[in-house]
């Protein structure tokens, strides 16, 4: 449950954190003006918005005794951002209701008396907090970052998130936590796993991902093959373009030889994402940094935004890896999943980025030594680009 608090001081923030005390899934955002609380709505869905009376228009600003007001009729006529399920009025003043008990009921919500109607605030607030946890429809996300795989990819992309919340959803499980930005704002994030590898499953948990939970963006982490001579173990790949290299026609030529004509359909990134990423490339302090934190690892990654080949099969055979390289020269990564998930998520018109860290490079000499560190690193980049990029893709 995300609940918008907007007051000019912290004298309810403790009240109303007490009273919903008994639910888990709680998160508050507070801001202390009606254009900070406009701003928040213009990134976030929000359960539940409490709005006090007296508030100032912008941060550091005067008092308007009918500032609250004044944002609920503003927020009742937006165009561009996202009106919250609930809203509250709930003020300290007495007077405070009686001159606009009417306003907020014409808009069909509640204003409430802090103390003298601390039974009905309370108990309204804590029947539909009871609803919201009890109905999976209110669950949201900001953002949706998904694996391949449970074992080690999901895992470590989880171990960076040691606050995350488990819940079942229609039979799924899913894990919810927030991230903060640089800007200061705390965005959901729900994280899952397809049931296996591949485009078929992959395709499957993005689109379910995206009908459930009405993310702004959806990311993939995890690992990939690299293809030699173009990326080494350990960097960073982001799709751009992708594609199915076994999307095409078998043949015949002219002497009855089988012959597969490839018909790749490519889907590149967004222009904004991937400046991003370009960005990110750039900052070695924080490539260094993911070196160093593992143990064992001594080269410094880097993140390139290259092209990356989607197929239905592992690919443990150098033949193979120079065929596809030979049919687009500055391919740089080949796995199984790239392609359903940014076709899933450009069906939906959403932001999707695809970031796997190569842990081999697509022959027999595999080693799985490296794929933890490979989870890491790929999902380490995608919770630094929401930390720091997101707020550009508004």
């Not at 990311?219 to 799709?239: E, H, P, Q, R, W």
């Not at 751009?240 to 002497?255: F, N």
């Not at 998520?345 to 860290?357: E, G, L, M, P």
Request: with cysteine; charged share 20%.
């Amino acid at each position: 449950m995300k609940v918008l608090l907007v007051e000019d001081n912290y004298d309810k923030y403790p009240i109303i954190n007490k009273t919903l005390g008994e639910f888990k899934n709680v998160f508050f955002t507070k801001v202390v003006s009606a254009a900070d609380a406009i701003r928040e709505l213009s990134q976030t869905l929000f359960d539940v918005m409490i709005i006090d009376i007296q508030i100032p228009d912008i941060d550091g600003g005067e008092i308007n005794p009918t500032g609250g007001l004044e944002l609920l009729q503003t927020v009742e006529n937006l165009s561009h951002s996202i009106i919250p399920r609930y809203i509250m009025g709930l003020t300290s003043n007495t007077s405070d209701v009686d001159l606009h008990l009417s306003a907020f009921k014409k808009y069909g919500w509640p204003l409430f008396d802090l103390k003298n109607d601390s039974v009905e605030w309370k108990e309204l607030l804590t029947t539909k907090a009871q609803a919201i946890e009890n109905n999976a429809n209110y669950i949201c996300a900001d953002i949706a970052i998904i694996t391949a795989l449970e074992d080690t990819e999901l895992e470590e992309l989880l171990k960076l998130n040691p606050s995350s919340i488990s819940h079942m959803v229609d039979g799924y499980r899913y894990y919810f936590y927030e991230l903060p930005t640089v800007q200061g704002v705390k965005l959901r994030v729900v994280s899952t796993s397809a049931e296996k590898m591949g485009v078929t499953w992959s395709s499957q948990v993005a689109t379910r991902v995206i009908e459930k939970f009405k993310p702004k963006m959806l990311f993939m982490t995890g690992i990939c093959a690299g293809v030699s001579g173009k990326s080494v173990l350990g960097d960073i790949i982001v799709g751009d373009p992708v594609w199915d290299w076994g999307a095409g026609k078998i043949s015949e030529d002219e002497h009855g030889n089988v012959v597969f004509l490839p018909e790749p359909h490519q889907i590149s990134i967004n222009r904004k994402v991937r400046e991003g990423f370009r960005d990110l490339s750039q900052d070695h302090t924080f490539l260094k940094s993911l070196a160093l934190s593992w143990p064992g690892i001594t080269t410094i990654p880097n993140i390139k935004i290259a092209p990356m080949a989607c197929g239905s099969s592992v690919i443990a055979n150098q033949t193979t890896v120079d065929d596809i390289a030979d049919k687009h020269r500055k391919v740089t990564a080949i796995e199984m999943e790239s392609y359903a998930v940014m076709a899933a998520a450009s069906s939906y018109n959403i932001y999707c980025a695809v970031i796997k860290s190569v842990c081999d490079l697509g022959d027999k000499n595999k080693s799985d030594n490296i794929q933890n560190y490979c989870a890491y690193a790929s999902a380490s980049v995608a919770i630094k680009f929401i930390a720091e990029k997101m707020h550009s893709l508004s």
